[in-house]
């Protein structure tokens, strides 16, 4: 809570200050300032800023050979420009740097406590440089007035406590109690190390003053060196103390202020402060992007287990910042580059044009092609804005619309105006994408995401703010005229540009909606069954292979079609029914073929029901496990209704032969009079119960269905009082077993253990080697005090969930069998919210969101 108080607390008072101290802002005359900066200047101030950034990298390279650490001095450089690169402008929880070099060094093989070490240092060096600064400000006595609002003892007293870092560091930095994070083997910092710490911080502010002169002098502030110092320390160490990102705001506010306060005007210091944001922090960061797109890239796989070791390191909770932002570095960057590529194009447009720039370019060009370049440079600019939806997806289409008209719109912007700056711009984004090409491999997105949501109302609010400025500049002008056009007709060009704007929008919502959807899933036909029932027969099939017969599920072939599986979809989520069925290889081929499909979908892979024999499998793969409860299996070669074990059974039988009911295997085809005794009993059973059908995991009463297995019955003089269809075992080793389980009302006591015990004698006699009683959900999870929260909610649940859903009483009633239990599991990629997932997994069950919420309470 405190570190988002204290940066909006800072933000709300220099923005009172700004208000109460700027009489007005003439954006104009910034325009000016800018667009009247020469190219090579402007050029040499960005190659100096970016000289400036690298430089702090050489602490890290000093601190990496006190540490001792076998990384080469260029890798360590490098990992430190992105991290400083991204860290200026995305210093999420002041931790962006240090999380993206704690994953960097580890993944090269570095023990976290010494990665954890270097970070440490690096941290508390930086300021040593800062603090110098202030300290010669203040011997100096130039201390800048900010404004009459702020008391100068104030400003006095702020400047005294950063003074006092210089000294404290090298007083705690002494001190082993206070140096706990160090590694014990590791001497404490010498004073040679810090005072060369000291003096490449100090340099390394001093290069950071120097872009900001340079950018201020060519803006036409012609600030003498040790005023600007002087303005920079205050600035700075203000900006440090508010913990916003880089500063943003606090930085440039008070540096205005303290500016204005020397007599400097408003319009040219905000031109060379968004110069010096543009060169110092916008150019690096691109850079480090670029960088950290084929260093950390290359690294993805070491990342991850890199993250995953950490969760638990100190280091990685303080800086509070999800892996997944590290692992897939600079997508959603992108996005918001993209985005604002946009919206820059917009701004772009609703603001005059100097009148200087527009007058060469007439000169060159004719009036007709620079209206033209004005009028599509608004339609690509609110294309742009909705494409930044698609890069955030990784979206393959979005990625190849974007690339053109990026290309397309940095010649518009030079067309239209000589826009250097917002060429650049586009052209860096442009390149930048590029580099990340191969990333872009979705074919669909969801379009009912809050992502989406999101992205769209940014779409429509930047639109809207265009709107509203055109709509006012009509107004404006007595002299509008939307059919002149001329030089100085901008508020007729702008008003022809809200068409384009219109159309824009209209394009983008049309391509979203029909370009982007995802593929609809078919449902197999039976030539398609007839394929996979062959496949099970040769290979095996698993405990639910029987119901892809149910034709309610989607079957997803491997590449090679050696291998298949049956799965569903429900929101985003794509759940494959156990593991999928085909040869070894094939197997694990399958499952990356499945998530790599459902990434291109845009969609979460899950793996319902899978089993302890496959859990290295899903764990190799990238997946977390969920254990959803154990799977009851019978060896047929130890049944044989002797002893004490199967007591229950053989009463079971007893009575069923005082009761003279009679068992019955059928095998398919059934003839109409068979089905609609059936569907009586069903109906029956469903009406006893209170409840409907259900789907995915649980069979339910269809014809079709029943169609392609035998059904076991059992008759009470002649009329048929309960039965269940048979899961046939397929292939060798395969597991024998029952689906729907179903009997009237007035059936005698046990009528259920006499048919179970008739489907086990007949497998038995026929050579199956095992049968399943099916899952007892939730069972033995999260037993333990050691088990993961979700697990330990789950084993509430099961303890205290019984008057609803029988949990107990099915795991007991299934125990008198004596089964072997066999762990079933959740397979589901890293970072999912399990309890939200089994919600989704048991309205897929229940046939949908609707009938989940407002059906019967039980699993049929």
């Known amino acids: 809570m405190l570190r988002w108080c204290i940066p909006l607390a800072f933000l709300a008072l220099v923005a009172w200050l700004v208000v109460r101290e700027i009489d007005s802002l003439d954006l104009l005359a910034m325009q000016r300032s800018l667009l009247r900066m020469p190219l090579l200047p ?117 400047l005294a406590a950063a003074v006092l870092y210089l000294p ?38 001093l290069l950071a003053a120097a872009v900001l002169h340079a950018c201020l002098e060519l803006a036409g502030v012609p600030i003498r060196p040790l005023d600007l110092l002087a303005c920079f320390a205050v600035a700075s160490v203000l900006g440090l103390l508010s913990l ?47 960088i950290g797109s084929g260093m950390l890239a290359r690294r993805l796989p070491l990342l991850g287990r890199a993250s995953e070791r950490l969760r ?46 527009i007058e060469v370019v007439r000169d060159l060009l004719p009036l007709a092609a620079i209206e033209s370049a004005y009028w599509l440079s608004i339609l690509s600019g609110v294309l742009l804005l909705g494409l930044g939806r698609g890069i955030d997806g990784r979206l393959r289409l979005a990625y190849r619309l974007a690339m053109p008209l990026l290309l397309l719109s940095a010649g518009l912007a030079l067309t239209k105006g000589l826009h250097y700056a917002e060429a650049l711009f586009l052209l860096g984004v442009a390149g930048l994408l590029r580099l990340r090409k191969r990333e872009f491999s979705q074919a669909a997105m969801s379009l009912s995401s809050a992502a989406t949501f999101g992205w769209f109302a940014g779409l429509l609010a930047v639109v809207a703010v265009f709107f509203a400025i055109g709509i006012g500049s009509v107004f404006g002008d007595d002299s509008f005229d939307l059919l002149y056009f001329g030089v100085d007709g901008h508020s007729s060009r702008l008003a022809r540009g ?115 024999r496959d859990l290295s499998l899903y764990h190799d793969l990238g997946f977390d496990l969920f254990k959803l409860g154990e799977l009851a299996i019978i060896p047929l070669a130890e049944f044989n209704l002797a002893g004490k074990r199967w007591e229950d059974l053989r009463q079971a039988l007893n009575r069923s032969a005082r009761e003279q009911l009679d068992f019955e295997l059928i095998e398919p085809p059934f003839d109409t009079v068979l089905m609609s005794e059936l569907e009586q009993v069903s109906e029956q059973w469903l009406a006893d119960k209170s409840a409907r059908e259900k789907g995915f995991s649980l069979g339910r009463f269809d014809r079709d269905y029943l169609e392609w297995g035998q059904v076991a019955i059992v008759r009470r003089a002649g009329e048929i009082i309960a039965f269940a269809n048979v899961l046939p075992a397929y292939g060798p080793g395969g597991v024998l077993s029952v689906d729907l389980m179903r ?11 006499f048919l179970f015990a008739r489907i086990m004698q007949w497998g038995k006699e026929r050579g199956h080697s095992h049968f399943s009683l099916g899952m007892a959900p939730l ?52 970072g999912l919210w399990v309890p939200g997932l089994l919600l989704d997994i048991a309205a897929l069950v229940a046939g949908g969101y609707r009938r989940f919420l407002l059906g019967g309470k039980h699993d049929c």
């Open 244 to 290: 916003v990102p880089g500063g943003i705001g606090v930085f440039d506010s008070i540096l205005v202020l303290a500016l204005a306060a020397l007599g400097y005007g408003q319009a040219a210091s905000l031109a060379g402060l968004f110069l010096f944001r543009i060169c110092y922090y916008v150019l690096p960061l691109f850079v480090g992007l670029s």
């Open 743 to 753: 009997h009237v009302a007035d059936a005698p006591r046990g009528t259920m253990d």
């Open 498 to 612: 809200l068409v384009a704007a219109l159309i824009g929008l209209i394009t983008y919502l049309i391509w979203q909606f029909f370009a982007v959807r995802r593929a609809p899933l078919k449902f197999p036909d039976r030539e398609e069954l007839l394929r996979a029932r062959r496949l099970f027969e040769e290979f095996g099939g698993g405990e639910f292979a029987h119901l892809c017969f149910m034709r309610d599920k989607y079957l997803f072939w491997s590449a090679d079609g050696h291998a298949v599986m049956a799965c569903g979809a429900v929101r985003d989520r794509l759940v494959a029914l156990g593991s999928p069925c085909g040869s070894e290889a094939a197997r694990r081929r399958a499952i990356l073929d499945f998530r790599r499909f459902a990434d291109a979908q845009d969609r979460v892979p899950v793996f319902y029901e899978v089993f302890e």
């Open 42 to 158: 402007t050029l040499g101030i960005a190659a100096l800023a970016l000289a400036a950034v690298a430089f702090t990298g050489f602490i890290d390279v000093i601190l990496a050979r006190w540490l001792r650490l076998a990384v080469r001095g260029r890798e360590v450089f490098r990992l430190a420009f992105i991290a400083n690169s991204l860290s200026n402008t995305l210093n999420l929880s002041g931790a962006m740097g240090s999380a993206v070099r704690l994953l960097g060094f580890v993944s090269m093989g570095v023990e976290s406590s010494r990665a954890g070490a270097l970070i440490g240092m690096q941290v508390l060096s930086l300021p040593l440089g800062l603090s110098l600064l202030v300290a010669s400000t203040l011997l100096l006595g130039r201390i800048p007035a900010i404004t009459a609002s702020v008391a100068q003892w104030l400003v006095v007293a702020v």
């Open 312 to 357: 638990r390191h100190p280091l990685f909770r303080v800086l509070d910042l999800p892996a997944s932002l590290l692992a897939n570095l600079g997508i959603r960057l992108l996005a918001v580059l993209t985005f604002a590529a946009g919206a820059l194009l917009l701004a772009s447009a609703a603001i005059p044009a100097v009148r200087e720039h």
């Open 779 to 830: 069972s033995r999870v999260g037993d333990n005090p050691y088990a993961r929260i979700n697990e330990r909610l789950a084993a509430l649940a099961f303890e205290y969930g019984g008057r609803i859903y029988n949990y107990q009483g099915l795991r007991r009633y299934k125990d008198k069998f004596a089964p072997q239990w066999v762990g079933a599991y959740l397979a589901y990629p890293r």
């Open 168 to 205: 404290l560091f090298f007083v705690l930095t002494a001190r082993r109690g206070l140096m706990r994070w160090l590694p014990a083997q590791h001497a404490l910092p010498t004073w040679p190390l810090k005072l060369q710490l000291s003096l490449l911080s100090l340099i390394d502010w």
